[in-house]
C-alpha cells in the first residue's frame, strides 16, 4: 500500500489560527476554470466543521475523477457551501480575473451565514466583507481551500459534461474546455461556440477569421 506523507496534505492550521483570534466562521474559498477556452469560471466557498472534518481532503487536481465525486457530496453533508457561477459574457465583459472574483464573491454571499474570515487560494483576492488572507497554493495546504476546490471543479466539470451534450463533436467532456490539441482541431472544423471565450486570443483570432470571412 501506498503512504502519503501527512505533512503535504492540507491540514486546519490556518482555520485553527482564525479560530483562536476569534473568527468563529471561516471560509476556505477557491475556483475552478480560470484558464480553459470556454465554459463559465465557478468558485466555491466552504465553512468546515472543526468537530467533523472530512478525512481525505486534497488539492482538486491531484485527486481522481471517482475520488473527487465522493468527496464532494462528503463535503456537502458535513460543510457549509456556497457556490458562485460567472458565464463567458460577463468573462469578455470584464476579464477572467474579475470574473473570477465575482464567482468568489457569488459563492460567499450563497453560504448560509457570513464568514467571519476568508482564505483565498492564490495571491489575490476580491474584497469581502470580512478580513481575507491568501494562501498562495492554498488548495494543498489548507483544508477549507482544498474543500472548495473539490466542490468547485466538481461542479463546473459537471457542467461542461452538460455542454458536450449540447454542443457535440468539441469534447468538452473530454478537455473540458482546456486548449488541448483535440479542442483545437475541433474549433478549426466547427468553429467556436458561444460558450466560448471571445477575450481568450486563440478565440478571438477564430471569430475574427469567421467575421471576415463573411
Known amino acids: 500500500m501506498v503512504r502519503i506523507d501527512s505533512s503535504l496534505l492540507p491540514n486546519f492550521d490556518f482555520e485553527r489560527e482564525a479560530l483562536t483570534r476569534g473568527f468563529a466562521r471561516v471560509a476556505g474559498i477557491d475556483e475552478a476554470g480560470r484558464g480553459p477556452w470556454a465554459g463559465p469560471v465557478v468558485a466555491a466557498a466552504v465553512i468546515l466543521d472543526p468537530d467533523d472534518l472530512p478525512d481525505g481532503l486534497n488539492d482538486s487536481k491531484k485527486l481522481t475523477h471517482a475520488r473527487r465525486a465522493e468527496l464532494h457530496d462528503i463535503i456537502l453533508a458535513k460543510a457549509e457551501v456556497g457556490i458562485g457561477i460567472v458565464d463567458v459574457a460577463v468573462i469578455d465583459r470584464d476579464n477572467i480575473l474579475q470574473a473570477t472574483y465575482a464567482a ?54 459537471r457542467m461542461m459534461v452538460d455542454l458536450d451534450q449540447q454542443y457535440p463533436g468539441y469534447g468538452f467532456a473530454k478537455h473540458k474546455g482546456y486548449g488541448t490539441a483535440e479542442h483545437q482541431e475541433a474549433l478549426a472544423r466547427l468553429g467556436p461556440t458561444t460558450h466560448h471565450r471571445r477575450s481568450f486570443e486563440p478565440i478571438r483570432v477564430l471569430f475574427e477569421t469567421a467575421t471576415a470571412s463573411l
Open 104 to 157: 468568489m464573491i457569488q459563492a460567499v454571499a450563497a453560504l448560509a451565514s457570513a464568514p467571519l474570515f476568508a482564505l483565498v487560494d492564490g495571491n489575490r483576492a476580491p474584497k469581502l466583507a470580512c478580513p481575507v488572507e491568501t494562501v498562495i497554493e492554498g488548495d494543498g495546504k489548507c483544508l477549507s481551500i482544498a474543500a472548495a476546490s473539490i466542490i468547485a471543479k466538481v461542479t463546473r466539470d
